[in-house]
């Protein structure tokens, strides 16, 4: 092993997440090589010193009574009730700004069921944040247009609109096969400063107004357009998303 | 499944988890009055979306959530105010340092050093500063630091590397400063 990779793996070594194989590897090279061992140390030390002396807060006991005291307690207790039962003590603390969050919570939780585009708003989020974690954003990896267009064939029923937008800050990395909402669809990976947007396009039935939402920390915009459905999500500022859109909306209808 | 048993599957398995949640909340927003309101909010999600739960690791699941709830209300509206409220403390605390008494030395000497290091760790950027507390403070593995942000294994790897790396150079900067 070379000290560029030693370097590479150096914290996980010291978190201790390496399978054996790399972990001798890194000991014989720290047996044999001064700079990587001061390294090593300097790095293990970091660690040690935020673990001894950065404080770790507990919660306070009147939050833990408070949130006991917030779960229902027997099957009586309907939806309703139990955001009364949350409610109280929001209101107790006094803050204008929470008890508005709150309320709207009761709104959108209770009073509203949640539409099919919220439904599927929702599992766009999981499959996103999904694709992140298993690490898996793209079954074709090419920045080329031509590779991944034709890559969909034959696995589609339809041929999605793949499109490059490098030129302006958004270029194309990859592309998937996906399902939502009961379809197969494309799923296109593009790049924004190094965060991914996954765009889901399959076909329209309807036309749909665009529009923007934000959930869970990840932005969403959806639209319509040559009889297609569209969703770009990111955890990129929200004006990068729009400003994504933008540049595909412009770019689908004048196809190179 | 009835509210009794949801309340009580709940309390055993989500609900012990409220120091890990409290911990990152606290870290996050760098205020006790907003991470208990994060912290409640967080709860009261995770309450509602239990069903959705399907066993598995309780701590990463709640601190996801808290997280989340973090970056979607409060972070815009708090994340100016903080810093420079965080110097003005210091100072008293480091006259008190200046003036201490002898046999108070290596009280206060290590009082000083926990104040640098809350300090550094504080005035790190958030997505390093998230990552540090969960490894270091929590103990999460690589895979459920992951699993809480959404990002893959190398990336938290890289992220922790490049954190501690700042958190040296805030602590040697702050170090000068004092
Ligand atoms: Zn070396």
Known sequence: MDCKKVAELLP???????????????????????????????????????????SYFTAPPHLEARLRASLPKSNAAAPRRWTMQWRAPWLHTGIAMACALVAAWSLGLYVMQPSAQERLAEEIVSDHVRSLQVDHLSDVASTDQHTVKPWFNGKLDFAPPVVDLATQGFPLVGGRLDYL?????????????????????????????????????????????????????SDCAASDVERFAQGLRVAVNEPT | MTD?????????????????????????????????DVVQEAY?????????????????????????????????????????????????????????????????QRRDDERMVNRALEKMP????????????DDLSYRQIADV??????????????????FAGLLAHNGQEA
């Not at chain 1, 494309?186 to 947007?197: D, G, K, S, T």
């Not at chain 1, 399959?202 to 939402?213: G, L």
Request: net charge neutral.
């Open chain 1, 181 to 233: 909402d009961g379809h197969a669809v494309a799923a296109l990976v593009y790049h924004v400063r190094q965060h991914p947007i996954n765009l889901y396009v399959w076909p329209a039935s309807s036309h749909d107004v665009a529009s923007t939402q934000t959930r869970n920390g990840y932005h969403l915009m959806h639209w319509t357009a040559q009889g297609m459905n569209f969703w770009a999500i």
């Open chain 2, 149 to 166: 942000i959404g990002i893959p294994i190398g990336t938290v790897m890289s992220r922790l590397a490049r954190g501690r790396k700042l």
């Open chain 2, 44 to 108: 009261l999600k995770a309450f509602k979306y239990f069903e959705r739960f399907h066993g598995g690791d309780g701590r990463t699941w709640l601190l996801a959530i808290v997280r989340n709830t973090f970056y979607t209300h409060y972070r815009q509206s708090q994340e100016h105010s903080r810093s420079e409220q965080f110097d003005e403390d210091c100072h008293s605390m480091e006259d008190i340092s200046a003036h201490g008494a002898k046999t108070a030395e290596n009280a206060l």
């Open chain 2, 4 to 36: 009794l048993t949801k309340s009580q599957r709940f309390e055993a398995t989500v609900l012990p988890h409220l120091n890990s949640a409290f911990n990152l909340a606290r870290w996050l927003t760098r205020s006790d009055h907003d991470a208990e």
């Open chain 1, 12 to 54: 996980a070594y010291i978190d201790q997440e390496l399978g054996v194989g790399e972990l001798m590897g890194i000991d014989e090279h720290l047996q044999n090589c001064p700079d990587c061992r001061r390294e090593h140390a300097a790095q293990r030390d970091l660690g040690a010193q935020i673990k001894a002396r950065a």
């Open chain 2, 126 to 137: 958030i997505e390093f500063r998230e990552v540090l507390v969960m490894r270091e403070l």
